[in-house]
């Protein structure tokens, strides 16, 4: 017995009216995978909506990152970043209450239980830069603390994705 596998359908062995069958098909299996990406796009950005504290304060991060890149001689602009960003993002916490809404596959909840304890998270991380800024432990001796700014943005993004999670798995 031959075990060789069958000839793929579109080859030129196939017979000319299997041919044309599936060549009919392929045209609306790429008009049903583009509606699909443009669903998936659509739910996405909607999603993304609801993510933007997540989102100022990863920029924040980031910011205070370049931040201290630049400004490496002056050590009040990093904490004012940081602050800033903070603030904006406790506004934007603030603007999603009443939401009920689960977003990236169920994954993080939008609700006021995770609102609740993401303004608690936000305004703790406010609470702590407004006392680092007073210490004179860490702002003694011209220290470079913008990686310790980096650490705290980075630590409350971390319990704020915390605080929205639905599954822990």
């Given at each position: 017995p031959d075990r060789r596998p069958a000839a793929p359908a579109d080859s030129a062995a196939a017979p000319p009216a299997r041919r044309?069958?599936?060549?009919?098909?392929?045209?609306?299996?790429?008009?049903s995978q583009e509606i699909l990406v443009n669903l998936m796009a659509d739910l996405i950005l909607k999603d993304l909506a609801l993510f933007t504290p997540e989102i100022a304060l990863t920029a924040t991060l980031l910011a205070a990152i370049i931040g201290d890149l630049i400004f490496r001689r002056t050590s009040a602009v990093v904490p004012g970043i940081v602050l800033a960003g903070f603030v904006v993002t406790g506004v934007l916490i603030l603007g999603q209450s009443g939401t009920d809404a689960s977003i990236f596959s169920s994954m993080i909840a939008v609700d006021a239980f995770a609102v609740f304890f993401k303004l608690v998270v936000i305004l703790t991380a406010i609470l702590?830069?407004?006392?680092?800024?007073?210490?004179?432990?860490?702002?003694?001796?011209?220290?470079?603390?913008?990686?310790?700014?980096?650490?705290?943005?980075?630590?409350?993004?971390?319990?704020?994705?915390?605080?929205?999670?639905s599954n822990f798995l």
């Open positions: 044309r069958a599936t060549a009919a098909i392929r045209p609306a299996a790429r008009v702590i830069v407004v006392f680092s800024l007073g210490s004179t432990e860490l702002n003694a001796g011209g220290r470079k603390v913008g990686e310790y700014y980096a650490l705290l943005s980075a630590a409350t993004l971390g319990m704020m994705l915390m605080a929205g999670a």
